[in-house]
């Protein structure tokens, strides 16, 4: 089965994002980026801007999801995850299926542009569309949506540290509408839904209706001179539930969880 590309080991990770927690800023063990890009680069693209906007703790991955569907044991290991999609899934009914199951057990999911697609390509199925795990109706891809427009909930940590954003020259989004239940936080300027959540199941789904790969890959995809790499990163962030800062008795137990690592770790070599 295929395994994701690893950037560090998640203990590491999880002992800075005590450290980060501990001086108040949000922090995130791991996320996965769970793509199906045409873009030969898109992976690593999405993987690149999410790491360098330094709010995820450190470790951003990737699985590929044209060759293979993730195993709930494998998505476990990762506190939020981004899916997306411009070639068909694998399986659109397993990665929905799992997507939900990893739901079911407390992980957030981060639905962006094509996932949310109804052509011949497909997009997610399953579980997660079946039983209103997803955020948008599925509906076919559009061009020229714009840029970042009117914010419903301008005071959002969605929408924290995004000061603009550029869909590019082709400007690709999903022709969705809200599924209910659901909150609205931002949209286009042509006035398609770009950004919105669900907050019903056991975690959050966030839906944001924009392509991930940028104008590094491909010219008219989305400008990297404005915010969409911020708005990904709030994004995995608010589903993963780590931009809440602990109360001061939860640091506490990260430290004592931190000290206990640190001492079965030295318990493993011994």
Known sequence: ??????????????????????????????????????????????????????????????????????TLALLSAYDSVLVFSDARYASGTLLGNVLADYVDAGGGVVEAAFSHYSGPLGGLAGRFVTQNYDVYTTAFGQSSCGALGATTLAASPLLDGVDSFSGGASAYC?????????TLVASWSNGEELLAYRLDHNAPVVGLNMYPVSSDVRSDFWDTSTDGARLMANALAFAGRLNQVPEPDSLALLGIATVAAGIALRRRKA
């Open 174 to 182: 999903n022709r969705v509408n809200q599924k209910a239940g659901t």
């Open 1 to 70: 089965m295929t395994r994701p590309t690893r950037t560090l080991p998640r203990l590491r990770a999880l002992l800075a994002a005590t450290a980060l927690c501990a001086t108040g800023l949000a922090a995130q063990a791991a996320v996965l980026i769970l793509g199906a890009p045409r873009q030969p680069n898109g992976l690593a693209d999405v993987q690149a801007k999410l790491s360098d906007t330094g709010l995820l703790g450190g470790v951003v991955d990737v699985f590929n999801v044209a060759g293979d569907t993730p």
